[in-house]
């Protein structure tokens, strides 16, 4: 198949970056719903991958009232090359954490809620329980709130996973973020086919299913509609495919800028492929339009 074009985008020790393109241009966070989310945030100190994910989109989301929520703290013991959360030892297991988070819902009256977490390799449960609790303290509280967990890899604890997703949320997301050839490079703790696996239990315990992946790190077309076939095979319901942008000068750089017509083939052949729903375009991260998932 004929590639599409692309704006090249490599970075020397002689050469700057090259400039983002016109297309990945968003605007600064601003406005009273901005505020509001931002004041809640703060008053029940919380995390949001918003924030520690330098997500392009915090202004849009916030300004409509939303936000996705990160529980477990905000220190990850993976250390992938793409992502600008913290990596280290995590301090934090707070047990109250449940309760803020579900508080902090309630009063942003939101109709649908992203709730997502750093790996807590260190666990024994993974941090099944701490999602089970606010999962379910959520639903107590708003009954009418629908629910999307972005889980992280259980390493294969069958038994976390069921916990995780047991508290009654209605989708459940685990993000594969980049094909096969790249995955040692881009997740170095993470295993592609365990991923697969996670997703099609996940499938099996009655849940909606969602992945999410980056472009722009050096994979080829074929190389995404691989990771396509074997996500449709593994019970993938919705797929969301964006940029990557490189956070700091310590992450992994930018191989490309793909171009959106490349990303509305991703589309369209998505959807051919069977998927219920390809959210593809430059600026798509994993909650993006999330309410539009269910």
Request: charged content about 30%; hydrophobic content about 35%; aromatic content about 6%.
């Amino acid at each position: 198949m004929k590639e599409l074009p692309i704006v090249q985008a490599g970075q020397t020790d002689k050469a700057p970056r090259k400039r983002k393109p016109d297309w990945l241009r968003v605007k600064l966070p601003i406005g009273k719903a901005y505020r509001d989310v931002r004041s809640l945030v703060d008053q029940y100190q919380l995390h949001t991958i918003c924030q520690s994910g330098n997500c392009p989109n915090m202004g849009e989301c916030w300004g409509a009232g939303t936000a996705t929520f990160m529980i477990l703290g905000n220190t990850c013991t993976r250390s992938c090359s793409f992502c600008a959360v913290k990596t280290g030892r995590p301090t934090e297991y707070d047990q109250d954490e449940p309760r803020r988070v579900a508080e902090a819902i309630h009063l942003m009256g939101v109709k649908h809620a992203v709730i997502t977490s750093v790996n807590r390799d260190e666990l024994k449960d993974k941090g099944a329980e701490i999602w089970y609790q606010t999962v379910r303290l959520t639903k107590e509280l708003t009954p009418s709130v629908t629910i999307e967990t972005l889980i992280p890899d259980v390493k294969s604890k069958w038994e976390a996973l069921e916990r995780m997703v047991e508290g009654g949320q209605e989708v459940v997301s685990h993000n594969m973020e980049t094909v096969s050839r790249l995955y040692k490079m881009v997740r170095p703790q993470g295993k592609y086919e365990r991923s697969l696996e996670q997703i099609k239990r996940t499938k099996a315990l009655g849940k909606r299913t969602k992945s999410g992946i980056m472009v722009g790190l050096g994979e080829t077309q074929e190389d995404v509609f691989r990771l396509m076939a074997d996500l449709v095979e593994h019970d993938c319901d919705v797929l969301t495919i964006g940029q990557y942008l490189q956070p700091t000068k310590m992450h992994i750089e930018v191989a490309e800028f793909v171009h959106p017509d490349t990303f509305a083939l991703y589309k369209e052949i998505g959807e051919k492929m069977g998927f219920d729903i390809v959210e593809s375009s430059p600026l798509v991260r994993s909650s993006y339009h999330a309410e539009k998932h269910l």
